[in-house]
């Protein structure tokens, strides 16, 4: 049974961090392909942060410089630090494996982060 499971969401002030973690299992890990996405009230959801199972990164232009994703192949688990966090960072965040060449695409439940002084 494959579990996706999102933790580390909660309350912070602008200008605060995060670090949200992402735990997979029921699969084999270091051949999948991670992302984080959030969705915000109202808004469709969207890419934040994606690393390949070779550990290539790439982020939205409205993150670079302020989130680092990053993954540890040997506990299953991904990561979202995010720091200099802003209001419009306020969201549901979800985190994703996916193995494209199997057709395989797996989400967590996801966690809400609420950026407001």
């Known amino acids: 049974q494959v579990q996706v499971v999102e933790s580390g969401g909660g309350l912070v002030q602008p200008g605060g961090s995060l670090r949200l973690s992402c735990a997979a299992s029921g699969i084999t890990f270091r051949l999948y392909d991670m992302a984080w996405y959030r969705q915000a009230p109202g808004k469709q959801r969207e890419s934040v942060a994606a690393?390949?199972?070779?550990?290539?990164?790439d982020y939205a232009d409205s993150v670079k410089g302020r989130f680092t994703i990053s993954r540890d192949n040997a506990k299953n688990m991904v990561y979202l630090q995010m720091n200099s966090l802003k209001p419009e960072d306020t969201a549901v965040y979800y985190c994703?494996?996916?193995?494209?060449?199997?057709?395989?695409?797996?989400w967590g439940q996801g966690t809400q982060v609420t950026v407001s002084s």
């Open positions: 690393i390949t199972s070779g550990g290539s990164t």
């Open positions: 994703n494996a996916k193995r494209s060449v199997r057709g395989l695409d797996y």
